[in-house]
């Protein structure tokens, strides 16, 4: 079954908006990691915050964990469109290492 | 550096024929994985190594067998082709330890 469960699962801002994504999960955890994916191409990697962080920046990333509530956020700053694509949560369960689960996705559309 | 690449890009196969999705990096990592990915079900983890010699299974390993003869090649077969099987699949490859995997760019199968 998926650990991770994004929401939205769609997602439209103009450009220069703050996009927001959140992901829930089930158990407790290593890391939690957001991946980006353009349509048809493997996912990237973007940001990994480990579970005794609780915000973690990347450029216009910004993520935050709260293993009380097992969800996280990934907050992208004055989007543009070239930040069209599917994003990502994976988490790797507390007890099991080497079983990374990903959520469904959100999918995000930036209009020029 | 190429990083993982997946062999073929598209493949169609027929119900009850057998191939082989081919996987290679060349970053000396250590863990490899299969997922497939579905519209709306994100990844799914198929199988993993965590070295050469050593495989295990993921969430949903039916149908799909695997090798890793050496630290480079992940090959992933299907035995017995099945529509269910129908999926993009992607391979990916990480250090290990630090868990932020790299991705090919997936291959595209079809089966009728």
């Known amino acids: 079954s998926q650990q991770g469960e994004e929401d939205p699962q769609a997602l439209s801002i103009q450009e220069g908006e703050n996009a927001t994504m959140n992901c829930s999960y089930k158990t407790s955890i290593n890391n939690l990691q957001w991946y980006r994916q353009n349509s048809g191409r493997g996912l990237v990697h973007l940001i990994l915050?480990?579970?005794?962080?609780r915000e973690k920046h990347s450029g216009r990333l910004r993520v935050t964990l709260d293993t009380s509530k097992k969800s996280s956020s990934l907050l992208i700053t004055a989007s543009r469109a070239a930040d069209t694509a599917s994003y990502f949560c994976?988490?790797?369960?507390?007890?099991?290492?080497?079983?990374?689960?990903f959520g469904a996705g959100t999918r995000l559309t930036v209009k020029p | 550096n190429a990083g993982v690449t997946q062999t073929p890009k598209f493949q169609v196969l027929k119900t009850g024929q057998s191939m082989t999705l081919q996987c290679a990096q060349d970053?000396?990592?250590?863990?490899m994985s299969w997922y497939r990915q579905d519209p709306g079900m994100g990844l799914r983890l198929i199988h993993y190594s965590v070295g050469a010699g050593i495989t295990d299974q993921g969430e949903v390993p039916n149908g799909y067998n695997v090798s890793r003869s050496t630290t480079e090649d992940f090959p992933l077969r299907l035995l017995s082709a099945a529509p269910s099987q129908t999926s993009v699949y992607f391979c990916a490859s990480s250090p290990g330890g630090q868990w932020t995997l790299h991705f090919g760019n997936g291959t595209r199968l079809t089966v009728t």
């Open positions: 970053m000396n990592h250590e863990y």
């Open positions: 994976a988490t790797d369960a507390l007890l099991e290492n080497n079983d990374m689960r």
């Open positions: 915050i480990r579970s005794n962080e």
